[in-house]
């Protein structure tokens, strides 16, 4: 059975990330390493769980963000019940 993600190259990207030290740097990285759709992506996913967290509803969130039913859904599963990335990033966004 193949791996979706390799772990040794996710945990290579995960030290990458943290070797960054101010929000240029992230920003040139994130530009360089994603194409102009994923970071769209990206962005929309973490302003979805930003509004989630807040109390929104799915259709003020899809109309602030775009993002679809379905996305933001995901983003609210993964809120809830995934590995607490987003909370972990919501709770110091708080701070």
Do not use: W
């Not at 190259?9 to 994603?34: M, N, P, R, V």
């Not at 602030?64 to 709770?91: D, H, K, M, P, Q």
């Amino acid at each position: 059975m193949m791996e979706i993600v390799n772990p040794k190259a996710k945990a290579e990207l995960c030290h990458a990330i943290l070797s960054l030290k101010t929000e240029e740097e992230c920003s040139a990285f994130l530009d360089d390493i994603c194409s102009i759709r994923e970071l769209q992506d990206l962005v929309q996913r973490y302003s979805v769980a930003v509004l989630l967290d807040t109390g929104e509803n799915y259709q003020e969130i899809s109309k602030a963000t775009g993002a679809s039913t379905a996305t933001i859904s995901r983003v609210s599963r993964c809120l809830n019940y995934g590995s607490s990335g987003y909370r972990t990033v919501l709770n110091r966004r708080k701070k």
